[in-house]
């Protein structure tokens, strides 16, 4: 969680399905825009510790598929 927020997003938890499959989970997180999104991605793969965590996940396992999803709010904020 600490690697989103400490590159400019908003982690906001990891989520399980309440009943159904069990090898799913969701990461939330959020950034103020895609530039800065896409900024925080350019440190994967040169930066100690996304390099860190994703040794864990490979030696892990724990990983079965990556999937990434881009979302909008439905309603602007304040509403």
């Known amino acids: ?3 989103v927020d ?4 908003t982690h906001h938890g990891y989520y399980l399905p309440a ?5 799913r989970a ?7 825009s895609l530039a800065a999104y896409e900024q925080y991605r350019t440190s994967f ?3 100690p510790d996304f390099i860190a965590a994703d040794r864990i996940r490979d ?7 990556y ?10 904020q304040g509403h």
């Open 19 to 23: 009943e159904g499959v069990s090898d």
């Open 59 to 65: 030696e892990s396992g724990c990983v079965l598929r």
């Open 45 to 47: 793969g040169t930066h």
């Open 6 to 9: 400490e590159h400019g997003g």
């Open 26 to 32: 969701e990461s939330l997180f959020s950034f103020p």
């Open 67 to 76: 999937e990434r999803t881009f979302m909008r709010p439905l309603l602007p």
């Open 1 to 3: 969680m600490r690697h």
